[in-house]
């Protein structure tokens, strides 16, 4: 994947509208000019397509993105007789002795029960994961290889401790993710994994140091982890803090954790994905107060009265309009009628002055995040609907929620200056041709720190 790009690089592209020469070197950009002298330079013409700061992803999940590309995937699969074929089709393939990993799992697939799993795959560890991540249901077999009850219900954030159960799968391969990423001209990623042991970082340290995961990784850890250091080649972010609807935390907790980040040095990141649990974590703000860098992970309901509160506190909001497009059918179906015009807001907090950063949550939502900024605009549904058109925002201004800063998502931002990291995504059309229908087909070259990962040129 790699290219052993020469010293220097010369790309002909629009950089803010303008047809010109950036000239990469060690790493950085190094000149912006009309017309540079080329002579013993890479050439990448670009023949008047954009030049971009690479995108940054505020909230994925990487090691989760490798096990998603090793299991069987049933999000696209309709109902249960559906969910039943294909489990047993991928039991049947599968070695003995081998875990069945099946992620995707949601209530239109039927009520799922350790007996289910044992008919359809008899004898086979198999572990389910509930579509959102944040639980996991077990076969008997799975149970017993797992030192749990063979009949144990849905478990939820226990994925450390059962994690230790798996430990026998193949490495995950984070080469194929970053190849991936760079495709889509992401050049840096926030993982939000809440891990809570240090060893969570080690995985991504090492394929960093190996060279398989150029991109910038900025990590965050649950509080446990807020005063650790994340060993070299991760970045610290904010702390992790999940406010989870099936266990809501005491208020005063919430506000201790808070406060541990931040005496840490350290922002918060607060996953809330329903009205109490924004209620509750506002609390905790008003409590201890708000640093620069605290964000509100999803904020996938945020009723109309809780936008002022949220603007006064300078909170920030990581949010993934792509969730519109993956589950926006399904939102119309389930989701409270009352509930419906406060999901996945943008506009309206852009208006209120909130810093709105652009993220996936891949594995759980699409990963590629020009499907985000499509369904920043136009707020369709896969099947076509439209959800919450009051809240679309030109694609422009998404795309920019994934130029912001890593520290300041929704911030300004990054721009293609001299002088910056040439962290860079080529587009092969001028901007605001490729916001018309904006696709990650348009990214024809991706470099981290000068470093050509991807070229389709
Ligand atoms: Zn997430």
Known sequence: MTDGAPVTTIVDAE???????????????????????????????????????????????????????????????????????????????????????????????????????????????????????????????????????????????????????????????????????????????????????????????????????????????????????????????????????????????????????????????????????LVLALVAWEQVGAVPGDRVEHASVVPVELVGPLASLAVQVVTQPAFIHAHGDRYLRTVDRDDRPHLYRCASLIEAGIGVGGSTDAPFGPEDPWVAIRTAANRRTRGGKVLGAHEAVPARTALDGFLSHPDAPGGPPRQVDIGAAADLCLLDAPLDQVLVEPSSRNVTATWVVGELLRTQM
Do not use: N
């Not at 000019?33 to 690479?54: E, H, K, M, Q, Y």
């Not at 060279?211 to 650790?228: I, K, Y």
């Open 15 to 277: 950089v803010a509208g303008t047809r010109v020469d950036v000239r990469i070197e060690r790493g950085r950009i190094e000149r912006i000019g009309a017309s540079l002298p080329r002579s013993g330079t890479r050439l990448v013409r670009a023949g008047g397509g954009a030049l971009l700061p690479g995108l940054h992803d505020h909230h994925l999940h990487l090691l989760a993105m490798a096990a998603r590309d090793r299991s069987l995937d049933v999000g696209t699969v309709a109902d249960p007789v559906g969910f039943d074929l294909r489990l047993r089709a991928a039991h049947e393939r599968l070695p003995d002795g081998e875990w069945l990993r099946v992620v995707g799992y949601d209530e239109a697939h039927g009520p799922l029960h350790p007996d289910r799993l044992d008919q359809l795959a008899p004898g086979r560890a198999v572990r389910v994961q509930h579509r959102t991540g944040a639980a996991w249901l077990l076969s008997s077999t799975g149970a017993t290889v797992a030192g749990l009850e063979p009949h144990t219900g849905w478990r939820h954030r226990d994925d450390e401790r059962l994690g230790r159960s798996w430990q026998g799968d193949a490495p995950p391969d984070l080469a194929a993710i970053s190849a991936r990423l760079a495709s889509y001209g992401v050049t840096g990623v926030t993982d939000a994994t809440p891990s809570t042991e240090p060893e969570a970082f080690e995985t991504l340290a090492t394929a960093r140091a190996r060279g398989e995961l150029p991109q910038r990784v900025v990590v965050t850890g649950a509080p446990a982890l807020a005063s650790h250091r994340p060993p070299d080649g991760l970045e610290a972010g904010p702390v992790k803090i999940i406010v989870a609807d099936h266990d809501l935390p005491d208020p005063d907790l919430l506000a201790t954790w808070f406060q541990v980040a931040h005496r840490a040095g350290r922002p918060v990141a607060v996953h809330c994905v329903t009205r109490v649990a």
